[in-house]
């Protein structure tokens, strides 16, 4: 089934998102432009870091979508970088992020999500877990991912979802929620597990509505030899 777009469209009808906030305070990554690293850390492209234990951290990547949706914002786990949209029914992008301000992180999955829709190549999916990122040591079954929705969002909307932030009604803020970790399988069976960090610009730790949005935060680990296992040595 494709994923509800019933989240979206009340979402856009009641909500003016303007703030990104976050429970938890890893280190934040390096900003978009190529400045210093620390020791350790590797560049791998424009908005990404890697550091010495493997662990990619994205910052500031720039989304174009607002409060009625936009553009998806397409991203690679082996290139480490965004994918141009031309490319949405390969298997050359592993999550997009789309819908309002880009806060959807969407699994390349043709059979449930659109993108890619039903046309696309990749067989990835997504599921959220009840764990902090580094607790997270082993993917899912494929039962599990089999009835994922392969996507994760706004947290209890639709009712039951589980998503990665919450939205306060009355301060118009999102707010990632700690202990919560994106596990994905790749577009080509690979194994993943990333935590968001926020949906603005340097990673406030106090948001305004005036803070600016769309540009997103977060860090990821690959399993690179296939297994499920996502311990990180």
Request: net charge negative.
């Amino acid at each position: 089934m494709k994923r509800i777009q019933l989240a979206a469209l009340c979402f856009m009808a009641v909500l003016s998102i303007a703030g990104c906030g976050k429970d938890e305070n890893p280190p934040s990554p390096k900003g978009p432009q190529g400045g210093d690293q620390n020791p350790g850390e590797t560049r791998v492209s424009q908005y990404v870091v890697k550091d010495s234990r493997n662990i990619y951290h994205i910052s500031n990547l720039p989304g174009n979508a607002t409060s009625s949706g936009g553009t998806p914002v397409f991203y690679s786990f082996t290139t480490h970088d965004i994918v141009d949209s031309a490319k949405v029914l390969t298997d050359e992008w592993d999550i997009c992020f789309d819908n309002i301000y880009n806060s959807f992180v969407t699994a390349n999955n043709p059979d449930k999500t659109t993108p890619p829709g039903p046309d696309g190549a990749g067989r990835g999916a997504l599921v959220v877990v009840l764990k902090p990122f580094d607790q997270v040591t082993e993917a899912p079954s494929d039962e599990v991912f089999a009835a994922s929705d392969s996507y994760a969002a706004w947290d209890g909307f639709p009712a039951g979802h589980v998503g990665w932030y919450n939205y306060e009604m009355d301060t118009h803020i999102m707010r990632t929620i700690a202990g919560r970790t994106i596990v994905i399988r790749t577009a080509k069976g690979k194994y993943a597990k990333l935590e968001m960090l926020s949906l603005y610009k340097d990673n406030p730790e106090n948001p305004t509505r005036s803070s600016p949005i769309p540009f997103i935060t977060g860090r990821y680990w690959v399993q690179e030899d296939g297994s499920r296992n996502l311990a990180i040595p």
